[in-house]
């Protein structure tokens, strides 16, 4: 079983409407990281939380650290196809460098 | 600016033979690790080297072994390959923090048949 779990697996969903991914662990972090894949490509940060409660935002999405440092969600508000990606996240506890990821979101956008 | 670089980029093998993945990095990061990608899933650490001359299992290490052998460099060994073990590995290094980006090689596409 892998320390981070996301929700939901799999979304199909048509332009222009909202989504929210998690990321939801039993587990403690120091920070969560999300990440975005594109085929053939490794992944590229997308943003870190390190504080509990913390919001970010970055254009159309927003990102959430949960006050209890264990979840994050991801929102996205009038998703574009270009938004099509694999979204995951990634932790490490503290004082620990191991940096573990999420089972990951496929996310696909229809025109 | 190069970054992270893996080779091979493909690679098939026989079950039963054995190989090594090499990957290189030029930011001066102290952490390295090593995953394992299976279709549609997300990534699975294998092993991670916090510093040149130490390294730690993952959540999959079983199969694997691993050497730092300097700051810049972090090869995987398969010492005898199964089909299981079919998956796309990817490279990632970054600044010894717990809260600093990683960055990741192209990966590489292994077939064990």
């Known amino acids: 079983t892998q320390l981070l779990e996301q929700s939901p697996q799999f979304l199909s969903i048509q332009e222009g409407e909202n989504l929210t991914v998690y990321c939801n662990s039993s587990?403690?972090?120091?920070?969560l990281q999300w990440y975005r894949q594109e085929p053939g490509e490794g992944p590229v940060l997308l943003v870190t939380?390190?504080?509990?409660?913390e919001v970010k935002k970055l254009k159309r999405l927003t990102f959430q650290f949960g006050d209890a440092r264990k979840d994050s969600s991801l929102h996205i508000t009038a998703a574009q196809p270009g938004d099509t990606g694999l979204y995951l996240c990634a932790g490490a506890l503290f004082g620990n460098e191991k940096l573990t990821f999420g089972t990951g979101t496929r996310l696909t956008i229809i025109p | 600016n190069a970054g992270v670089t893996q080779t091979p980029k493909f690679q098939v093998l026989k079950t039963g033979q054995s190989m090594t993945l090499q990957c290189a990095q030029d930011?001066?990061?102290?952490?390295m690790y090593w995953y394992r990608q299976d279709p549609g899933m997300g990534l699975r650490l294998i092993y991670y080297?916090?510093?040149?001359?130490?390294?730690d299992k993952g959540e999959v290490p079983n199969g694997y072994n691993v050497s730092r052998l300097n700051k810049r460099e972090f090869s995987l060994r398969l010492e005898s390959a199964a089909p299981s073990q079919t998956s796309v590995y990817f490279c990632?290094?970054?600044?010894?923090?717990?809260?600093?980006?990683?960055?990741f090689g192209q990966g590489t596409r292994l077939t064990v048949v």
């Open positions: 930011m001066n990061h102290n952490s």
């Open positions: 939380v390190v504080t509990g409660g």
């Open positions: 990632a290094s970054r600044l010894r923090s717990m809260n600093t980006e990683a960055f």
């Open positions: 080297s916090a510093s040149e001359g130490t390294t």
């Open positions: 587990s403690v972090f120091s920070s």
